[in-house]
């Protein structure tokens, strides 16, 4: 069982930065692969990057080049450095957690999921 929470949500303005930090519980974090995911108001959630056990990564194209996703795993937390931010990453962000070691996109093949944390983007 693995639990997480966010922090680290907040407004900024648009070509700003913010890290997002997602701790979790458990002696077995090093185990799983993570993820970041977001949920703009109205719309679905989303895929923003994934992280195995080793540090491999992968993102979606919308934040490629923008966003760093790293792991901690003597500290049992995830990252996310959130670079040149857009009002369109505006969105509550969720770290989620997959039983397996080898990353995914996909919402799905997620086993744990924190609350999620708010930012906002003005412009």
């Known amino acids: 069982q693995v639990q997480l929470l966010e922090s680290g949500g907040e407004l900024v303005q648009a070509g700003g930065s913010l890290r997002l930090s997602c701790a979790a519980s458990?002696?077995?974090?090093?185990?799983?692969?993570m993820g970041w995911f977001r949920q703009a108001s109205g719309k679905e959630r989303e895929f923003v990057a994934t992280?195995?056990?080793?540090?491999?990564?992968y993102y979606a194209d919308s934040v490629k080049g923008r966003f760093t996703v790293s792991r901690d795993n003597a500290k049992n937390t995830l990252y996310l450095q959130m670079n040149s931010l857009k009002p369109e990453d505006t969105a509550v962000y969720y770290c989620?957690?997959?039983?397996?070691?080898?990353?995914?996109?996909?919402?799905?093949?997620?086993?744990?999921w924190g609350q999620g944390t708010q930012v906002t983007v003005s412009s």
């Open positions: 992280i195995n056990w080793s540090g491999s990564t």
């Open positions: 989620a957690a997959r039983s397996v070691n080898y990353y995914s996109i996909s919402i799905s093949e997620y086993n744990y």
């Open positions: 458990g002696r077995t974090f090093s185990r799983y692969a």
